[in-house]
Each structure stands twice: as structure tokens, then as C-alpha cells.
Nanobody, 119 residues
Framework: QVQLVESGGGLVQPGGSLSLSCVAS????????MGWYRQAPGKQRELVAD???????NYAGFVKGRFTISRDNAKNTVYLQMNSLKPEDTAVYYC?????????????WGQGTQVTVSS
């Protein structure tokens, strides 16, 4: 059974920092692209950042220079360090594990963790 468990969300003031973690189980973690997505109220879920099994990274334009994604394959964990947070970063943040096979793609999602940026 695949499980992705996020932690680290909370309330932070504008300009502050938060670090999110996502621990995966039930998957061969090192073969998966791991990513963070977010969904604000009334909006569609959007990619924040992802990291391939080879270490390549991809960031949404709105977080470049502020957020950093990293992974520890030994701990089956992906991280998102968020700095210089803005009120518009307020959303539920979801961890994603994606395996791209020869004929199909598998996606798994965590339950989400709330990030609220407010003074």
C-alpha cells in the first residue's frame, strides 16, 4: 500500500520560512519523480516543484529563488524549503510521487498539509 505523509505546514508571517517533509512508503522511492503541488481555495492544483530520480529539478516561476526541493533516497523523503513566503503562497500543499513507465504513468498523492501565510 502506497502512502505519502506530509508534515511541516502551519501558520507563518509574510517573509517567514517553513520546511515541508513527505515520507513515502510502499514505493520504490528512488525510481520516482517526487514533487510538491499546491491548491488554493477556488483554484486548480498547480505544480510547485519536482525532482526526478536523477536529481533534476523543475520549479514553477512563482517560487524560483524562494523555494528549494530536495530528496533523501535513504529516508524515502522529499523536502520543500520555503523562504520569503508571501500571502499568495497560502494553500494546501500536496506531495506527489510519479513513476513514468514505458506504457503508463503512476501518480500517488499525499493527504496535503495546510500552509497559511498571514500577519
Amino acid at each position: 500500500q502506497v502512502q505519502l505523509v506530509e508534515s511541516g505546514g502551519g501558520l507563518v508571517q509574510p517573509g517567514g520560512s517553513l520546511s515541508l517533509s513527505c515520507v513515502a512508503s510502499g514505493v520504490s522511492f528512488r525510481f520516482y519523480t517526487m514533487g510538491w503541488y499546491r491548491q488554493a481555495p477556488g483554484k486548480q492544483r498547480e505544480l510547485v516543484a519536482d525532482m526526478t530520480n536523477g536529481g533534476g529539478t523543475n520549479y514553477a516561476g512563482f517560487v524560483k529563488g524562494r523555494f528549494t526541493i530536495s530528496r533523501d533516497n535513504a529516508k524515502n523523503t522529499v523536502y520543500l524549503q520555503m523562504n520569503s513566503l508571501k500571502p499568495e503562497d497560502t494553500a494546501v500543499y500536496y506531495c506527489n510521487a510519479r513513476f513514468v513507465g514505458a506504457v503508463s504513468t503512476r501518480d500517488y498523492w499525499g493527504q496535503g498539509t495546510q500552509v497559511t501565510v498571514s500577519s
